[in-house]
């Protein structure tokens, strides 16, 4: 809630690939954080710091996503999208429970936000391109600015 309520810091933001790299990441750091600490007011601070980060990863990808697919492979792209969400927490609770069964709740918890950590430094550093794009200069989110631009009717004001 906080996130939504102070968003308008967003708008100033023009790296938005290191934004998503940072916020995942430090979600998954607080969600290891929230697996070793024992006291619960800790977990509930923790888990609320994920969910922020969590919302701010959120509206950097789709900014990307608004910014470089063309209307045409919206659509499709859409549906590669659906499925990586839909897969990807069923996976991701295939494991939590596996490990939970093995090493306990606690351990399930910190390990999953560690490994969600070092797959986003992992990521990032064999995705250079995602570290580097800026909304400003990124060729593809340029020449879409420009097609839309281009496409968008003229405003004309009439004589008086």
């Known amino acids: 809630m906080l996130v939504g309520l102070t968003g ?5 933001v023009h790296r938005h690939g290191r934004m998503v790299v940072l916020s995942a990441a430090l979600w998954g750091l607080a969600v290891a ?4 600490v024992g006291n619960v007011w800790l ?3 923790f888990l609320t710091v994920a969910g922020g980060c969590d919302m701010v990863s959120g509206i950097f990808r789709g900014a990307m996503w608004n910014q ?3 209307d045409e492979l919206r659509g499709r792209l859409a549906g590669i999208e659906l499925l990586s969400y839909s897969v990807g927490p069923t996976v991701g609770q295939v494991r939590s429970g596996g490990l939970a069964a093995w090493w306990g709740v606690r351990a399930s918890v910190w390990s999953g936000g560690l490994l969600c950590a070092g797959a986003v ?3 990032a550093l064999c995705l250079p391109r995602l570290m ?3 909304v400003r200069t ?10 839309r631009t281009a496409a968008a009717p003229a405003h004309t004001t009439a004589p008086a």
């Open 8 to 12: 308008g810091w967003t708008s100033r």
């Open 138 to 147: 990124n060729e593809h989110a340029v020449r879409l600015r420009d097609q």
């Open 68 to 70: 470089t697919i063309p």
């Open 43 to 45: 977990v509930l601070l």
């Open 132 to 134: 580097t794009y800026d």
């Open 121 to 123: 430094g992992l990521l």
């Open 33 to 36: 954080a929230a697996g070793v």
